[in-house]
């Protein structure tokens, strides 16, 4: 049996994505998923419009970057 790790940036999928996945390719074993940035499932009011510089990386660019 193949594994496959996941890699989310938001809490819905950390907690289902894998579960999901695996109903639909029983074949396959999808390991719990790891976090990364969570980005996704966060409070948009409280995240600046842009960052501070063009030169800073935005969390997403930093998730890009490790994948």
């Not at 579960?19 to 409070?43: C, H, R, Y």
């Not at 600046?48 to 063009?54: E, L």
């Amino acid at each position: 049996m193949d594994n496959v790790q996941l890699i989310v940036t938001g809490n819905l999928e950390k907690l289902a994505l894998h579960k999901a996945l695996g109903n639909a390719f029983p074949s396959v074993e999808f390991l719990e998923p790891v976090q990364s940035q969570g980005f996704t499932s966060v409070d948009i009011s409280q995240l600046p419009s842009q960052p501070d510089s063009m030169s800073e990386e935005r969390e997403v660019d930093k998730l890009v970057t490790a994948l």
